[in-house]
């Protein structure tokens, strides 16, 4: 039986991007990103609200352009895999966390604080007329999709 594993947020930066350097060069970005329901309670009327927090790691050029373009109160639209690591802390006990492995990343909302008109443009981000829609480039030699390969599965 085939099994999936795919995560999609859209949600809010608590924080700034934090980038790091591997010995290599690669880029490494993690991102704390809030995503909140709302609701009525039927039983009181009263409005109801919860906010998840959630770990997100970018690597390579999608992790150079978080760290360029985001930053806290940022909106964004992320997709990835839950990864769950282990680690020994420095008392020698386990430790487990559960993140997300970011593949693909949309800036959401407008530019935020950089000549926008007052009260306009959307959520934060300090970008604007620059590509939004950063995904791994595709391998040299696979070819690219047609439109006749999407079939009858398209997610919007």
């Not at 997100?56 to 895999?81: D, N």
């Amino acid at each position: 039986m085939a099994s999936v594993n795919k995560v999609i947020l859209v949600g809010n930066l608590g924080r700034d991007p934090e980038v790091r350097y591997t010995a290599s060069g690669d880029a490494m970005c993690n991102l704390s990103v809030a995503t909140t329901d709302n609701w009525r309670d039927k039983a009181s009327g009263e409005r109801k609200e919860v906010t998840e927090w959630h770990r997100v790691s970018f690597f390579g050029k999608t992790a150079e352009v978080c760290g360029q373009y985001l930053k806290k109160g940022s909106q964004i639209y992320v997709e990835g895999s839950l990864r769950t690591r282990k680690w020994t802390d420095k008392d020698g006990v386990e430790k487990y966390t559960t993140e997300i492995r970011g593949d693909a990343m949309q800036m959401l909302g407008g530019r935020q604080g950089m000549g926008a008109p007052a009260g306009g443009g959307g959520g934060g981000g300090g970008y604007d007329n620059e590509p939004t829609d950063y995904a791994p480039a595709p391998a040299k030699n696979k070819p690219k999709p047609s439109f006749d390969d999407l079939g009858d599965d398209i997610p919007f």
